[in-house]
């Protein structure tokens, strides 16, 4: 045997590494080192550092600051008392929530299903993104408490008028994730199909619509936080037809109910937080072997 046949030899793969190299793990082996842990650890320590120092400013405020107007915000224990261990109090709050988060599903789907497509649309066709892209940004910029009365009065008070709401505040994410992951794409790919005569829709389904599916994803999940707020407002100025947490919202600032209150924006704010995650783990499950979707 030569040097140069030893040198050309590869490695036996070892127990610890069966692929033959501690390269060839890549990011997946990364995140099996030992320092895995400490990097979650990481992950999560400062987050909840962050929480306790945000109750002891609230404690601060509301037992020393406030004193006997504390009403104005009650401490944190007196919040879970009223609100989540109060029986009555926990159904109404949950009962809310559970109309609120119907809504804001039923309007985060149609702005997905409308984004994408409109997306879609302005790729394909420079001429329908030049003609109807600048009325998508004077969408996001209009005030929508400017729009929410002639909502209702166009269609009523009801979960239709509160679903429309939600769809003119999470659209314009979707719209405009879609549209720069569809434009996004490598100009070598593009060059790619092209030599081999692929069509328009071959480029579309096979190239374009994978390459975006991360910022698509992205899309997702802020439209999915945003949905949450334009189901709170809608509820908060319709006060007919079936309350949400909106409308619990308005009944406890006039009742001056400061506990029932900080209970139903914590529970809303949770609500939020579950449609965000629900469609971070969707984005994992879809893109996560191939993209490190944070």
């Not at 987050?47 to 945000?54: D, N, Q, R």
């Not at 405020?61 to 406030?66: A, P």
Request: net charge positive; aromatic share 10%; charged share 10%.
């Amino acid at each position: 045997m030569t040097a140069a046949d030893t040198v050309a030899a590869p490695a036996a793969p070892s127990a610890e590494d069966p692929s033959g190299g501690a390269a060839s793990g890549g990011p997946a082996a990364a995140r099996r080192s030992p320092g895995g842990s400490r990097s979650r650890l990481s992950l999560w320590v400062p987050p909840l550092v962050v929480l306790g120092v945000i109750i002891a400013a609230w404690y601060f405020v509301s037992l020393v600051v406030l004193g006997r107007r504390n009403y104005l915000l009650p401490p944190p224990h007196t919040v879970i008392a009223e609100s989540f261990l109060d029986t009555s109090i926990l159904v109404d709050i949950l009962d809310a929530t559970w109309r609120t988060s119907q809504v804001a599903l039923a309007g985060l789907g149609a702005a997905i299903v409308i984004g994408v497509i409109w997306a879609i649309a302005m790729s394909q066709a420079r001429w329908v993104e030049r003609s109807t892209f600048p009325y998508a940004v004077l969408l996001q910029c209009t005030p929508i408490l400017a729009l929410v009365p002639l909502i209702g009065f166009w269609f009523g008070y009801d979960f239709l008028a509160r679903t429309i709401v939600c769809v003119l505040i999470a659209l314009f994410p979707m719209v405009s994730n879609t549209l720069f992951g569809l434009q996004s794409v490598d100009q070598a790919h593009r060059e790619l199909f092209a030599l081999q005569g692929a069509g328009r829709g071959t480029v579309l389904a096979k190239l374009e619509l994978p390459a975006a599916l991360p910022a698509i994803f992205a899309g997702m999940r802020i439209s999915a936080g945003l949905s949450v707020v334009g189901a709170i407002v809608g509820d908060f100025f319709f006060q007919r037809g079936t309350p949400g947490i909106g409308a619990l919202l308005s009944k406890y600032v006039n009742r001056l109910e400061g506990a029932h209150l900080f209970g139903a924006i914590i529970a809303a704010a949770l609500l939020g937080v579950v449609i965000f995650g629900l469609f971070g783990l969707i984005a994992k499950a879809a893109i996560g072997r191939w993209y490190d979707f944070a």
